[in-house]
């Protein structure tokens, strides 16, 4: 399984862009990367998913470099409630006897 | 469209008693994960059913087993409850075929063990 590795924590503001790196030197050819957003006492929230190139939805950007050994998440204009850890994560997308390998993620603290 | 259903969410139980948590998975996903999550600390997965056989197993002693339903809702069971085993417990469910296939998560079940 491919181990990920990203900052401990990160400090913002609001209504700025906010940029998580996460590194997987030993990503598979088949992984896909997933980041997930989770709130203290809740499930982690899927956030967006990738393969190669640039993802983007209506929350958030996945950047992915040719050589996927890194990915980063981007967080346009977050707000106060866009604090949160934030997990990285590869694996394969088929899910057969897939699971996911949670890191400790990185802390996100917006301040007004 | 409902999402990942787990219950109860929250309970209190004494050592040595014996736990059952449930989860229903998310429309058209027949796969169920479960993962402990200890305060302070990233998901740990326990086991994942699928067609209701554990089809993998992460590093959890033989006092935590499951189970899958033909509807493909699951069951966690921990048995002679010990304090290290509060924990949230989450379940989740995702569909087998296929690559890409998102993952997703229900609220959890809080498990206090006195």
């Known amino acids: 399984l491919a181990k990920t590795t990203q900052p401990i924590s990160m400090d913002s503001y609001e209504g700025q862009e906010v940029n998580i790196t996460c590194s997987h030197n030993?990503?598979?050819?088949?992984?896909?990367i997933t980041w997930y957003q989770q709130f203290p006492s809740q499930g982690p929230r899927f956030i967006i998913q990738?393969?190669?190139t640039k993802v983007t939805n209506e929350v958030a950007s996945l950047f992915i470099p040719a050589d996927r050994k890194s990915s980063t998440l981007s967080l346009p204009r977050v707000s106060l409630s866009d604090t949160a850890v934030y997990y990285c994560l590869v694996g394969a997308g088929n899910n057969a006897g897939n699971m996911l390998t949670f890191g400790g993620g990185t802390r996100l603290m917006v301040k007004p | 469209d409902a999402g990942v259903t787990q219950s109860p969410t929250h309970l209190i139980k004494t050592r040595g008693q014996q736990v059952t948590l449930r989860c229903s998975p998310k429309s058209g996903h027949d796969t169920v994960s479960w993962y402990q999550q200890a305060l302070g600390q990233g998901p740990q997965f326990i086991f994942q059913y699928y067609e209701e056989e554990e089809r993998q197993r992460g590093n959890f002693p033989d006092r935590f087993s499951g189970h899958q339903f033909p509807n493909y809702s699951s069951e966690l069971n921990v048995n002679a409850l010990l304090l290290g085993d509060s924990a949230l417990y989450l379940c989740a469910s995702s569909r087998t075929g296929g690559l890409g296939n998102t993952i997703y998560f229900g609220e959890g079940s809080w498990l206090t063990v006195v």
């Open positions: 030993n990503i598979a050819t088949n992984d896909y």
């Open positions: 990738g393969y190669k």
